[in-house]
């Protein structure tokens, strides 16, 4: 059982930086991976980052690549994704998710446990 909460979302300017944080509770497996995806209104979630707990091997979604940054403190149990160079079409609302696979993939159903999300808006 990984149950999760997000935090760290809200309005920011294009270009700017926003840091999100995932508070995890419950035991952390070996296998696990926690992840970030998000959603724009009318549009179908997509995935965005993903990071193995115990041996931080990454995943991005090309969209973000370069400037986006998932990482993760063991000791607090918590995943951050660190956003720069925000763009208008980052906006949405950011989910925070959890799964065990031998395998990380970018496919929702693989993530088995999923935070309420936190609206990201990028907008002048």
């Known amino acids: 059982q990984v149950q999760l909460v997000e935090s760290g979302g809200g309005l920011v300017q294009p270009g700017g930086s926003l840091r999100l944080s995932c508070a995890a509770s419950?035991?952390?497996?070996?296998?696990?991976?926690m992840g970030w995806f998000r959603q724009a209104p009318g549009k179908e979630r997509e995935f965005v980052t993903s990071?193995?707990?115990?041996?931080?091997?990454?995943l991005y979604a090309d969209s973000v690549k370069g400037r986006f940054t998932i990482s993760r403190n063991i000791a607090v149990n918590t995943m951050y994704l660190q956003m720069n160079s925000l763009k208008p079409e980052d906006t949405a609302v950011y989910y925070c998710a959890a799964g065990y696979m031998a395998v990380p993939t970018t496919t929702q159903r693989a993530f088995s446990y999923w935070g309420q999300g936190t609206q990201v808006t990028v907008s002048s």
């Open positions: 419950g035991r952390i497996f070996r296998n696990v991976v």
């Open positions: 990071i193995r707990w115990n041996g931080g091997s990454t």
